[in-house]
C-alpha cells in the first residue's frame, strides 16, 4: 500500500497515521506553541507567496485563480515538492496549514500536485 499525502489544520488533534508532518505555511500559526506542533519540519518554500496569498485572501471567488497562480508557482519549486515525495515513499506525510477553511486553501492545491507528480 502506498503511504498517503494527507492534509489537515495544525489546531486538529495528534494522530498515529499523520505520519511526517510537515507544516506548509509561510507564517507560523496564530496560538500555537512550537512544542505543541509535533512537527517534523517547518517547510515554508512549498507555501503561497505572501503577494499570491494575500490576493487571495481566502475569498471562494478568488481561489480558482489563487490556485492557478499557486500553481505555477510550485511548478519552479521542484526540489521542495521532490523532497516531501522523497519522504512519502517511506512515510505517510501530512501536510499542516492553518487557514480556518477546509475547502479552499493552499494545502489543498499543494496536495494535488504531489499527488499527480507521485504517479
Known amino acids: 500500500m502506498k503511504n498517503p499525502i494527507q492534509i489537515k489544520r495544525i489546531y486538529d488533534e495528534l494522530a498515529e497515521t499523520d505520519g511526517y508532518r510537515i507544516l506548509v505555511d509561510r507564517l507560523w500559526p496564530r496560538g ?5 506542533a509535533y512537527l517534523d519540519e517547518w517547510d515554508k518554500d512549498v507555501a503561497p507567496s505572501t503577494e499570491i ?3 487571495f485572501n481566502h475569498q471562494d471567488d478568488r481561489f480558482a485563480q ?5 500553481k505555477k508557482e510550485l511548478a ?7 523532497h516531501i515525495l522523497d519522504i512519502n515513499q517511506k512515510y505517510p506525510v501530512t501536510l499542516l496549514y492553518a487557514a480556518r477553511s477546509r475547502t479552499i486553501n493552499h494545502a489543498i492545491v499543494l496536495q494535488e500536485v504531489l499527488q499527480k507528480q507521485k504517479k
Open 32 to 36: 500555537v506553541k512550537k512544542e505543541d
Open 76 to 82: 519552479g519549486k521542484k526540489e521542495a515538492l521532490q
Open 66 to 70: 489563487f490556485t492557478k497562480e499557486y
Open 53 to 55: 496569498r494575500k490576493e
